[in-house]
């Protein structure tokens, strides 16, 4: 049997199975909230076009509008600054598109302290493990987060000093950008920084580091907690939006089983 002959085998079979790390996308998915005088992207909406009536009797269809960052969504490198001559959403080369993916789980202590950083060392003992993180891969940041995606206000978890959401410290996302083989991190909460990361200095330093170095981001993931440390492969989608800074993706990771 041919090598994808094997990979639909598996699929109908269910010795492979597809795990879905996207959260629905509707009028309630929580979105990033910046102060002003910052610009704030807008929640999804939709305006119903006909619906089996008279403005189109066959027909049920609507016009939708989006922020390119909300829900789960692509963080592509001309999203910052530091990877403005990178790739755009639509450069993106598909290849990389379907890449294996790790999983570092520090639910537990993201529970303890919701402003729970990662740092190398967390890194380095994990893959004393599990082994090297995968060349050209993702890591995937697990923290709980997702079990909050249904209350906006659990969720950005914002108080009057700011939003207080685990992340990555300065120190580690620069050595991933720079020293590490992977190619982007995917987090379950609303960006790939720290809640706290406008503090950091540099402030926000996973978009940074990693976008800097034409990497990428994957954000407000779900079912982490369904995949392996290793072994997944993960297949993001994102929509090829000309010029793009990200884009609103589904995110399919397919595990043996």
Known sequence: MSVLGDLLAGLSGGSI????L??????????????????????????????????GPSWY???????????????????????????????????????PAVVLDFADS??????????????REWEASHGPLPDGGWLLYRTGWDARSEDSDR?????????????????CARWLAEESPVMGVGVETVGTDAGAAHSFEPAFPCHSFLLGANKYGLTQLQNLARLPATGALLIAAPLPIVGGSGSPSRVLALVER
Do not use: C, M
């Open 17 to 20: 199975e597809v795990v879905d």
């Open 61 to 99: 269809w609507n016009d939708f509008t989006t922020g390119e960052h909300v829900g789960t969504h692509f963080d592509a490198p001309v999203h910052w600054v530091t990877g403005r001559d990178g790739d755009d959403v639509s450069t993106v080369a598909v290849g990389k598109l379907i890449a």
């Open 155 to 171: 969720f950005l978890n914002a108080n009057e000093t700011g939003p207080h959401t685990p992340g990555i410290s300065v120190e």
């Open 22 to 55: 996207t959260a629905p996308l509707s009028e309630d998915t929580p979105i990033l909230q910046l102060p002003p005088p910052f610009a704030n992207t807008q929640h999804f909406s939709r305006t119903e076009l006909s619906r089996y009536d008279d403005r």
């Open 110 to 123: 993201a529970v303890a302290d919701p402003d729970f950083l990662l740092e190398v060392d967390h890194v």
